[in-house]
T-cell receptor, first 117, second 109 residues
Framework: QVHLVQSGGELKKPGTSVKVSCKTSGYIFSNYALSWVRQAPGQGLEWMGWIATHNGNTNYARRFQGRITMTTDTSTRTAYMELRTLTTDDTAVYFCVVVAATSFDFWGPGTLITVSP | QTVVTQEPSVTVSPGGTVTLTCASNTGAVTNAHYPGWLQQKPGQAPMSLIYSINDKHSWTPARFSGSLLGGKAALTLSGVVPEDEAEYYC?????????FGGGTKLTVL
C-alpha cells in the first residue's frame, strides 16, 4: 500500500528557509506527480504546486513563485519542498500528496513548520 | 483571481441526506475543472473521496456521490452516519493549478 513519511516539524526564524521531505513507498514513483499543500492553523487548504516525478517539471502556485523549489530524488523515492524567505504567515502544516491525473489520491501525515521571531 | 466558495457550515441529522456545494467566482464549475472532494477530520490529513465530478476511490463509501448542479460542483451524502462529521473541501483545476474551497464544516446532530 502507498506510504508517505514526512520529515519532522521545525521551528524557524523569519527570513530563513525550510526544506521538507516526503519519502514514498508502495507504488510506481514515476507514474504519479507529487504535490504540496499547506494548512495554516485553523484554516483551509492551500495548493503550493506540484512536480512531475518522471521528468522533474514543476508548476508552482503564483503566490509562491520565486521562493519555492520542489525536487525529487528518484533513487530514494523522496520528494522535497524548499520554501525560502519565511514569514510568520508561513506557519502551517505542510502535506505532500500523491496525485494521479485528476485526483489527490494519497496524503502524507503533514509536517508542522512554525515560523517565529 | 479565482475564488472557490463553499457553505461554511451545514448540520444534518443521522440518516438524512445533505448536499454540499462548491462555486467559482469566475463562472460555472464544469467538467473541465475536474472538481473533487476531500474529507478532513480533526488532527488528520485530508482524504480524497471524489474526483473528476463523481469518480470514487476504492475506499469511498457508497453513500457519497458527486455531481454538477446549477453551475456548481456538489457532494451529496445519503444516509449520513455520525462518522461523517468532518470538514469537507472541494477543489477545482483552474488556470494550470489547483484551487481549494474554504471548506464546509458538516455537523451530524
Amino acid at each position: 500500500q502507498v506510504h508517505l513519511v514526512q520529515s519532522g516539524g521545525e521551528l524557524k526564524k523569519p527570513g530563513t528557509s525550510v526544506k521538507v521531505s516526503c519519502k514514498t513507498s508502495g507504488y510506481i514513483f514515476s507514474n504519479y506527480a507529487l504535490s504540496w499543500v499547506r494548512q495554516a492553523p485553523g484554516q483551509g487548504l492551500e495548493w503550493m504546486g506540484w512536480i512531475a516525478t518522471h521528468n522533474g517539471n514543476t508548476n508552482y502556485a503564483r503566490r509562491f513563485q520565486g521562493r519555492i523549489t520542489m525536487t525529487t530524488d528518484t533513487s530514494t523515492r523522496t520528494a522535497y519542498m524548499e520554501l525560502r524567505t519565511l514569514t510568520t504567515d508561513d506557519t502551517a502544516v505542510y502535506f505532500c500528496v500523491v496525485v494521479a491525473a485528476t485526483s489527490f489520491d494519497f496524503w502524507g501525515p503533514g509536517t508542522l513548520i512554525t515560523v517565529s521571531p | 483571481q479565482t475564488v472557490v466558495t463553499q457553505e461554511p457550515s451545514v448540520t444534518v441529522s443521522p440518516g438524512g441526506t445533505v448536499t454540499l456545494t462548491c462555486a467559482s467566482n469566475t463562472g460555472a464549475v464544469t467538467n473541465a475543472h475536474y472538481p473533487g472532494w476531500l474529507q478532513q477530520k480533526p488532527g488528520q490529513a485530508p482524504m480524497s473521496l471524489i474526483y473528476s465530478i463523481n469518480d470514487k476511490h476504492s475506499w469511498t463509501p457508497a453513500r457519497f456521490s458527486g455531481s454538477l448542479l446549477g453551475g456548481k460542483a456538489a457532494l451529496t451524502l445519503s444516509g449520513v452516519v455520525p462518522e461523517d462529521e468532518a470538514e469537507y473541501y472541494c477543489l477545482i483545476y483552474s488556470g494550470g493549478g489547483i484551487i481549494f474551497g474554504g471548506g464546509t464544516k458538516l455537523t451530524v446532530l
